[in-house]
């Protein structure tokens, strides 16, 4: 893709942070929107602030770990835009816990979210993005889809998980020629709700030495990039057909440090918990 102008986007997750954002500055290159998510009242103002600049915007709550309500979203984006020509599967959840203090619930949740909603959201929308002939599939991971965190093992499990189902994807597409592509998004620290929103059982006090609710405010100072500045860096990496997009320096760095450690950077994380840990006594 080398415009946004009069193409058809599909959201999830766009009732606020990145989604909202993306959905924003989309609208102000003139292009016309699908937004989707469960939160309806964010929805709601996201798809109002959108319309203000003059693009054409449906609404639907969909809750993507629901494959037949998101097979019957991408039909109703068709009907209702005439075509699409990109899906941002963004809509996503935390998780913190310990291996052994989570139940498998908290596995099955988080997957069923971070990796079914974005196998959901692809295999819903390729058929139409491929008969567009021209268009983009952009899945968001994390810099923890590259980078292994203790007490996040659910949460990493789902991430790196949707980086394989990309760059194969990716691969995919390249081989077949079908004038479309795909993009990992791998972003760091991003000014959201989601540290406030995430599960956290009280396996992580044991980990980190501090309660679960310290553990989301210790979390939130680690949030350091912006939404708005995440849509800009998201929407470049597309028009440069990018196969990975880190967001924020801190995936840079995590990004840089997984090149050079591939194995021992776990020594390092170790380590650096240990002596955290050793703080909060």
Known sequence: MNTFNDQVAAITGAGSGIGRALALNLARQGCH???SDVNTQGLSETA???????????????????????????????????????????????????????????YEWIMSINFWGVVNGTKAFLPHIKASGNGHIINISSVFGLFA?????????????????????????????????????????????????????????????????????QFNHLLKTTPEKAAQ???????????????????????????LFPAFYQNIVTAAMRFAARRQD
């Open 233 to 259: 860096v998201i929407l470049a990496g597309v028009l440069k057909n990018k196969r990975r997009i880190l967001i924020g320096p801190d995936a840079y760095v995590i990004d840089l440090m997984q090149r």
């Open 149 to 217: 965190q203790p007490g996040m093992s659910a949460y990493n499990s789902s991430k790196f998980a949707v980086r394989g189902f990309t760059e194969s994807l990716r691969q995919e597409l390249d081989i077949g020629r079908y004038g479309i592509s795909a993009s990992c998004v791998h972003p760091g620290g991003i000014k959201t709700n989601i540290a406030n929103s995430a599960r956290v059982n009280a396996s992580m006090d044991n980990l980190t030495g501090t309660n679960p609710d310290n553990a989301k405010q």
């Open 33 to 35: 929107l699908a937004l």
């Open 48 to 106: 109002k602030q959108a319309r203000a600049l003059g693009v054409s915007v449906s609404e639907h709550a969909v809750n993507v770990a629901d494959r037949q309500a998101v097979l019957a979203w991408a039909g109703q984006v068709v009907n209702e835009h005439g075509r699409v020509n990109m899906i941002f599967n963004n809509a996503g959840v935390a998780q913190g816990g310990t291996t052994e203090g989570n139940d498998f619930d908290d």
